[in-house]
């Protein structure tokens, strides 16, 4: 039957290790990983030789169905986890936002909006304003929900952007209850007066976004997160990475050993900000979005951050709109709906960019989009690895076959793709999620409600050490304290 399934003579990849091996499943999980499994009749065969078995991608950063920019994305949890599947991720971690400041709210429509599922889901939640009964739920989110992220804005003045005290209480809250911090790093104060000196000098365009939010606002508003993380001595997620300024900032806290993760998305790492340039304001508008895709260079030295480690994993943002959405900022770039697709093209660009390109090895590609997300959010070896006891999901990639990104043949619900044309080595032949082929190499068998809520445990290991430090700094303070006690 197809809950029996064994992938034969390939090399198996973790982010640690790589040997030619079988894989067992039975039931959506891994049974075994070992050389020449035997098995009976009964058993669906899938021939790997030449090929990698590898843990299927773990998205950490999505925005399926959500209410943004006086619009909806236009992926919703089924579309856009199909799109997922055939490109070869099988996990994914959202962001819920609160409905009317309330996050059980915000939860439970989220819980809902994800009821048609094909893949395993999880989620992170935004902080938009404080009060008690917020600082309560984020406890409830946590100890009762399976939540153990929140992500607080920076950016976006006057709809989800909050003040440094508030960014405060968050960072306390998230200490206290072994939950991560994420952040938005654009300075939105300063955006909102970069916008004016666009509208101001007429530039109505696509180009005004550029221009209005340069990276010198994205390394501030980094910065600035990082020194009030280590004030709290609390770990920080740094999402969507999108310049050089924000990247060494991340550099330099690590360096002094503090706990930063940098997450760079798919789009600042390949692309530049060039076609927002471009007349045809339905091009230009694509590529829109927040941070701002940078210009050339940008994208490089984040390459090469990520094969040093100083960004350890790759998300993408996915928050796609259509042509006609993005048209309701045709005559003002503040109001185009900020996003660009990834979701799908995600597992083959990074192969290709990264190690078609001899940046870095298989079992690297494995712990930056797969492995290390698992770590991070609590759930390896669940997921994010091919062991006996973690959950089948799992790609077959032939690094000798290639792939063409179209939006004629993409499986988003969107028009356009901002990779549009790209072709490259590395292809994902086979996507199997929950232990079931979902993905052939050219067809979707997906059905809505296969996915499952996967709920993420706080104090993941970033909290190792933390108390340690804390005590060390108290002690450090008494000292001085005594002293000056004594004098007086
Ligand atoms: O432009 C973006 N990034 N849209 C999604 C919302 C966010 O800030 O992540
Ligand atoms: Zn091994
Ligand atoms: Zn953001
Ligand atoms: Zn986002």
Redesign the pocket.
């Known amino acids: 039957s197809s809950s029996k399934l064994l992938i034969k003579g390939g090399t198996v990849v973790n982010a640690h290790h790589q040997e030619v091996a079988d894989v067992y499943v039975e039931d959506g999980i891994i049974v075994s990983v070992q050389p020449n499994i035997n098995v009976g009749d009964d058993v669906t065969v899938l021939d790997a030789t030449g090929k990698y078995v590898m843990p299927g991608g773990i998205d950490p950063?999505t925005?399926l169905e959500?209410e943004?920019m006086g619009t909806e994305t236009i992926d919703d949890f089924f579309s856009g986890q199909a799109a997922a599947l055939a490109g070869g991720t099988t996990m994914h971690i959202d962001?819920v936002i609160p409905v009317n400041g309330s996050l059980t709210a915000g939860f439970e429509a989220y819980k809902k909006k994800a009821k048609k599922s094909c893949m395993d889901y999880g989620f992170h939640m935004a902080i938009t304003k404080w009060d008690e009964i917020v600082a309560r739920e984020m406890e409830i989110m946590v100890q009762e929900k399976g939540i153990n992220s929140f992500?607080f804005?920076l950016?976006?003045k006057g709809s989800?952007m909050i003040r440094d005290e508030l960014l405060l209480e968050g960072l306390k809250k998230c200490k206290s209850l072994g939950a991560l911090a994420m952040v938005?790093a654009e300075n939105g104060d300063a955006v909102a007066e970069g916008q004016k000196r666009m509208i101001d000098l007429g530039v109505t365009g696509p180009e005004g976004h550029a221009l209005s939010r340069p990276p010198v606002l994205e390394g501030e508003a980094t910065a600035r997160a990082i020194r009030l993380a280590g004030f709290v001595n609390v770990p920080l997620y740094v999402?969507?990475v999108m310049s050089i300024d924000a990247m060494e900032e991340i550099a330099k806290a690590q360096k002094s050993g503090q706990k930063v993760v940098g997450e760079p998305?798919v789009s600042g790492l390949v692309l530049d900000d060039s076609e927002l340039w471009n007349p045809d304001f339905t091009i230009a508008a694509k590529y829109?979005?927040?941070?701002p895709i940078r210009k050339p260079g940008h994208g490089k030295a984040l390459q090469a951050a990520l094969s040093r480690g100083v960004l350890q994993l790759v998300g993408t943002?996915h928050?796609t709109f259509n042509s006609t959405q993005k048209a309701l900022g045709i005559d003002d770039f503040r109001k185009i709906?900020?996003?660009?697709n990834g979701i799908e093209e995600r597992m083959h660009l990074v192969w290709d960019t990264m190690v078609e390109w001899g940046q870095i090895s298989v079992t690297d590609y494995v712990r930056i989009t797969s492995t290390e997300c698992a770590r991070i959010f609590n759930i390896y070896p669940r997921k994010g690895a091919i062991l006996a006891g973690s959950d089948a999901d799992i790609i077959i990639l032939n690094p000798n076959s290639s792939f063409e990104i179209t939006a004629a043949t993409h499986h988003s619900r969107t028009d356009t793709n901002v990779y549009e044309g790209r072709k490259g080595k590395g292809k994902v032949e086979v996507t199997i999620a929950g232990g079931k082929v979902v993905w052939d190499g050219s067809a979707l068998k997906v059905a809505p409600g296969s996915g499952k809520y996967i709920e993420m445990p706080p104090f993941s290991h970033l909290f190792n050490g933390i108390e340690k430090a804390d005590a060390a700094y108290l002690s450090s303070l008494r000292a001085p304290v005594r002293r000056l006690k004594a004098a007086t």
């Open positions: 950063h925005h959500m943004f962001f992500k804005f950016a976006y989800l938005h999402v969507h998305v829109v979005m927040s941070p943002d928050c709906p900020n996003g660009v």
